[in-house]
Structures are given as structure tokens and as C-alpha cells.
């Protein structure tokens, strides 16, 4: 059974909306994209930026799958996001860089972290 391909495609005035935010999407003529098991992008942004982006595809008659919302990570930091869609409903998911960047730190005892548990549980007999 083959994979469904779908075009990418935006208005002028909906692309312009982008590169006022210093976005370029590119549009190739008859190119498409193989809808597998991805389902979009992320895309950090500048957290200031995110609602002023919103309104601005809102107004430009864009598609808006989730509004602006600030997603709680206990004991770390919050992200903010904003997915967006192209007109065939692929989602570009706008988080703010800020809360993006602390989420997608190393934690550099996280190996030490683990070892220690699978020492406690005995779970090396598994391996």
C-alpha cells in the first residue's frame, strides 16, 4: 500500500506573515511531502513573539489547530506554544525558545542517575 503525499501550500499574504517574523517557507512547484508517521515541525521562537505571530496568521486567514498556552513542566521550566497549520492541516508547532532551550538541556547525571537505580532494583540481571 503506498504512503498519501500531500501538497504544501500557502497564499502570498499568509507567507508574508511569516517573513514578517523572519520566517522563510519555501514552496516548490509539484513537490510534496510523504505523510508517514511524521505529523509536523517545531519551530522555537522568541516566547514574546508567539502571540503576535497567532494574531497575525489569524488575521491573514490562517489555519490555528492550538491557540498560545503555557505548558507546566513541574520542577522545570514552562514552555509556551502555538501550533499552527498549513492548508492542508500540517501542523508547525511554534514553542517559546526560551522554555524550549531549558527543556532540551543535557543533564549530565542522568547516565550516574540510572545506573544507581538499576543497581537498587536489580534489574543488571536482565541484561
Given at each position: 500500500m503506498g504512503r498519501a503525499t500531500k501538497l504544501l501550500q500557502y497564499e502570498q499574504a499568509q507567507l508574508d506573515v511569516f517573513k514578517d517574523f523572519?520566517?522563510?517557507l519555501y514552496q516548490y512547484l509539484n513537490a510534496s511531502i510523504e505523510v508517514a508517521t511524521s505529523s509536523g515541525a517545531i519551530w522555537p521562537t522568541p516566547f514574546p513573539m508567539l502571540q503576535s505571530l497567532?494574531?497575525?496568521?489569524k488575521s491573514a486567514g490562517?489555519?490555528?489547530i492550538?491557540?498560545?498556552?503555557?505548558l507546566p513542566t513541574p520542577g522545570k521550566a514552562d514552555v509556551q506554544v502555538v501550533i499552527l497549520a498549513d492548508p492542508d492541516d500540517h501542523e508547525i508547532c511554534f514553542v517559546g525558545d526560551e522554555g524550549?532551550?531549558?527543556l532540551s538541556k543535557v543533564d549530565e547525571s542522568a547516565e550516574k542517575e540510572l545506573r544507581e537505580q538499576i543497581k537498587k532494583?536489580?534489574?543488571?540481571?536482565?541484561?
Open positions: 523572519g520566517i522563510t497567532q494574531d497575525s496568521v490562517g489555519k490555528i492550538n491557540e498560545l498556552v503555557t524550549f532551550r531549558a532494583d536489580d534489574s543488571e540481571k536482565w541484561y
